[in-house]
């Protein structure tokens, strides 16, 4: 059973535009929520992540929206650049346990 | 660069054998987690070291055990190898502030079984 669940499986999007990836879950004891970008060949980088006691947190670009009550949060990569192009995944953890989405790849278009 | 390193880099078993992956874990991180990310996919938890102990294991079945030394490097086996385990093996050393847990990946061994 997929703890997370992220959408799109894969987006495309002119240089300057806005990116938006999705996630979804359901286990109420999450409390901390990452966002992780990859690169062919190497290993996921933490990029952003949050709390559930706050709805935004804004890092440069990168944008995480938390909604609680509808158990989602979003990823919304703003001013998106071609170094952008990367595998993005959500994931939700509770104590010592990491639940990751099934990720989005991301081509930004120049 | 995370600081986490893996080795080997690539390797190729075939069906039944056995293989041992390493990790060495970023300076003063006492805590250790392993993934498994097949093509496509997002990592799934096989289980985390703290202090040497196994400190919580997804749902993966015992011939994936591991072992965590003093220095913090740990291991990663796996017995009878199927070809199923074919992926892309993840180490992640953590740091703890406040009750944040906070994972530093390494660059992964990708693992083909023949």
């Known amino acids: 059973q997929q703890q997370v669940k992220q959408s799109p499986q894969s987006l495309i999007v002119q240089k300057g535009g806005i990116s938006i990836i999705n996630c979804a879950y359901e286990?109420?004891?999450?409390?901390?929520f990452p966002w992780y970008q990859q690169f062919p060949g190497k290993g996921p980088a933490l990029l952003i992540a949050?709390?559930?006691?706050?709805s935004e947190k804004k890092e440069g670009r990168f944008t995480i929206s938390f909604n609680k009550s509808a158990k989602q949060f979003s990823l919304h990569i703003m001013d998106s650049q071609p170094g952008d192009s990367a595998t993005y995944f959500c994931?939700?953890?509770?104590?010592?346990?990491?639940?990751f989405g099934t990720g989005t790849s991301l081509t930004v278009i120049p | 660069e995370t600081g986490v390193t893996q080795s080997p880099t690539h390797l190729i078993k075939t069906r039944g054998q056995q293989v041992t992956l390493r990790c060495s874990s970023q300076?003063?991180?006492?805590?250790v987690s392993w993934y498994q990310q097949a093509l496509g996919q997002g990592p799934q938890f096989i289980f985390q070291?703290?202090?040497?102990?196994?400190?919580g294991r997804g749902n993966f079945p015992p011939r994936f055990s591991g072992l965590q030394f003093p220095n913090y490097s740990s291991e990663l086996n796996v017995n009878a190898l199927e070809l199923d385990d074919s992926a892309l093996y993840l180490c992640?050393?953590?740091?703890?502030?406040?009750?944040?847990?906070?994972?530093?990946f390494g660059p992964g061994t990708r693992l083909t079984v023949l």
């Open positions: 994931a939700a953890t509770t104590g010592n346990q990491f639940y």
């Open positions: 286990n109420t004891a999450f409390d901390y």
């Open positions: 949050i709390r559930p006691d706050v």
């Open positions: 300076s003063g991180h006492n805590t």
């Open positions: 070291y703290y202090r040497e102990e196994e400190n």
């Open positions: 992640a050393s953590n740091s703890r502030v406040g009750r944040t847990d906070t994972q530093y």
